[in-house]
């Protein structure tokens, strides 16, 4: 039996979607992103080599914090937790899994992904292709629900972001130096901060969830500030993926020896 | 300036129709309804269409117009080109009575299903009490006029006829949320918007924010703070123990 909009009972208009704008670029340019995020994070994360910058103190945040033995010296702020993983493991696992879950569950990437990735719908009233459609009811979709716990661990890991990025003001000389890396890692941070406060589990947790706002007028405060970013949070997941790339591939040069960083100070 | 439009609109009933073109006048600063009515006026006197305020305020008028579910009062005729074709179709979520008519029935029907405000126990009425800054967050979804547009566009139920029965849409999950965000409100809507409401369906793919008429945010601000709320209640086992210790409801 015909189902969606081919229902009985519903107006038989011979057209799966009746949309003559370019209904499919949005979802085909995030997709195309979103495509190219997951391969050049996969190729990074196993490669397991430049990422540190020993001049310049420039840390990636694809590997930061470094805490297996097998890191080169001087990333390991944090010290070393465990000792050399596998060649086939990438000692950026834990940094891997948090991020990776944090963006995964984003209520943002989650609308992007189904509707670029998944087609679920590919655009609005776009006939879906699947036949029948459960939501995010049941394993592994319900796990999405787990967001927030992802939040924490990307507000853990943006403190270490910060360090890391107090630590590029190093030059030279060993004393005190900005590079265009430093000016770089500093605007990645900039934009990993707003993602992350501007995210719907942190505006719930900081005082969503209430139910009365005028009994925690501090919660308030910070609720309001958060819902001022949240509309924005999409720009800033974007702005964010971008910077993250942009950071990577610039320390990932200079630790290869592709070219040298610019300074302006030391 | 008048111009002859070309229109598609389909005519038709619950056995069947089809797209039929027409050429109509269309002058400066009208909207879809107005050329809907001239068309109905001039060349199809049996066309059925259901209008009312003319201002998108009552939500009588929607339709799907190139596609899009749009109110026809509220879709300005500028935003095509003279020589486009405009395309009018019957919202396709719901059963069409007929032309562009639909049976929205659904949508009532669900709205009974969401229980009214409970107030506490221990107040009676006249001794409600509470601050603007308590209820100003819901007044956002009190915009709504019920045109149905994020419902109909909503894939769950407008891709799936089958999951009509445990899913009642967002603008039914709004209502949801409004109580649960309510101040005063006492009944359990967290538990029923996932159980009876069918919120897990929901994919926030933010197509019901998209098409709504009022510019509500119906996703950001209501359905994904629902949904972080059903997270507390029934997913989130720190939240869970937290509220067992303290002895105090989610």
Known sequence: MATGVDSPGRAQIGLKTARSDRWWLAPLRIGVILLFFVVYATIRIFMNKWYWVDEFHYLTPLYSPCVTS??????????????????????????????????????????????????????????????TYTGERKFPLVALNLHRYFFYGALVFGLLNVYDGVQAFHGKDGGFGIGLGTVIIWVNLVCLWLYTLSCH?????????????????????????????????????????????????????????????????? | MSYKGKFRVWRGDSEGGELKDYEVEVNEGEVVLDVIHRLQATQTPDMAVRWNCKAGKCGSCSAEINGMPKLMCMCRMNTFEEDEVV??????????????????????????????FKPPADLKPGEYRMQQVDVERSQEFRKCIECFLCQDTCHVIRDHEENKESFSGPRFLMRVAELDMHP?????????????????????????????????????????????????????????????IRRRPA
């Not at chain 1, 596998?86 to 834990?94: G, H, K, N, Q």
Request: charged share 20%.
């Open chain 1, 70 to 131: 097998s890191c080169v010296e001087g990333s390991s702020h944090l010290g070393t937790w465990f000792g050399d993983f596998p060649r086939f493991v990438p000692f950026s696992l834990i940094t891997f899994v948090i991020l990776a879950g944090f963006r995964g569950t984003c209520y943002y990437y989650r609308k992007a992904g189904y509707r670029s990735l998944f087609f679920a719908p590919a655009a609005c009233a776009v006939p879906e292709p699947h036949k």
């Open chain 1, 201 to 266: 589990a942190c505006r719930h947790i900081v005082g969503g969830r209430l139910k009365n706002f005028s009994k925690h007028p501090l919660r308030y405060r910070y609720w309001t500030f958060v819902s001022k970013l949240n509309p924005k949070h999409g720009t800033f997941a974007m702005t964010s993926l971008f910077t993250v790339i942009l950071t990577d591939f610039y320390i990932m040069a200079l630790a290869a020896g592709w070219f040298s960083d610019l300074r302006i100070i030391n």
């Open chain 2, 87 to 116: 395309t009018v179709t019957p919202m396709r979520t719901f059963p069409v009575i007929r032309d562009l008519v639909t049976d929205v029935s659904f949508n009532y029907q669900k709205a009974r299903e969401v229980p009214a």
């Open chain 2, 184 to 244: 005063l409100d006492a009944a359990d809507r967290q538990n029923a918007a996932q159980d009876q409401h069918g919120l897990g369906f929901c994919n926030i793919t933010k197509c019901c924010t998209e098409v709504c008429p009022e510019h509500i945010k119906i996703t950001d601000n209501a359905l994904i703070p629902m949904k972080e709320r059903v997270a507390d209640r029934k997913y989130d086992p720190i939240v869970w123990l937290g509220n067992k």
